[in-house]
């Protein structure tokens, strides 16, 4: 069984950044993993996404040239370094790690429980 566990949210100013951290139990060295999001009264949308090796990687445009995931050395963790923080990135980020990369949640067979993001103005 893979367990998912995310860190490194928080309350800050428009502008600053944050480093997300999703530390993955279980098989995950072979997962590809990802980053999602879901604003109060949103749905959830996909932020960014990087590949078991960390060969591939994809981000939604709203957060290119902002945001940057990449993988732990062991393979079994994922980081998002997010930068310019705007208020609209306020959302609870969630961390999945499943078989198949790609930009849809339903790729995704594991989920961790979130961390909250708060951007004030």
């Known amino acids: 069984q893979v367990q998912l566990v995310e860190s490194g949210g928080g309350l800050v100013q428009a502008g600053g950044s944050l480093r997300l951290s999703c530390a993955a139990s279980g098989r995950t060295s072979a997962y590809n993993m990802a980053w999602f999001r879901q604003a109060p009264g949103k749905e959830r949308e996909f932020v960014a996404a990087v590949s078991w090796n960390g060969g591939t990687i994809y981000y939604a445009d709203s957060v290119k040239g902002r945001f940057t995931i990449s993988r732990g050395s062991a393979m079994n963790t994922a980081y998002l370094q997010i930068n310019t923080l705007k208020p609209e990135d306020t959302a609870v980020y969630s961390c999945?790690?499943?078989?198949?990369?790609?930009?849809?949640?339903?790729?995704?067979?594991?989920w961790g429980q979130g961390t909250q993001v708060t951007v004030s103005s």
């Open positions: 999945a790690a499943g078989p198949v990369l790609g930009l849809k949640d339903h790729m995704y067979h594991y």
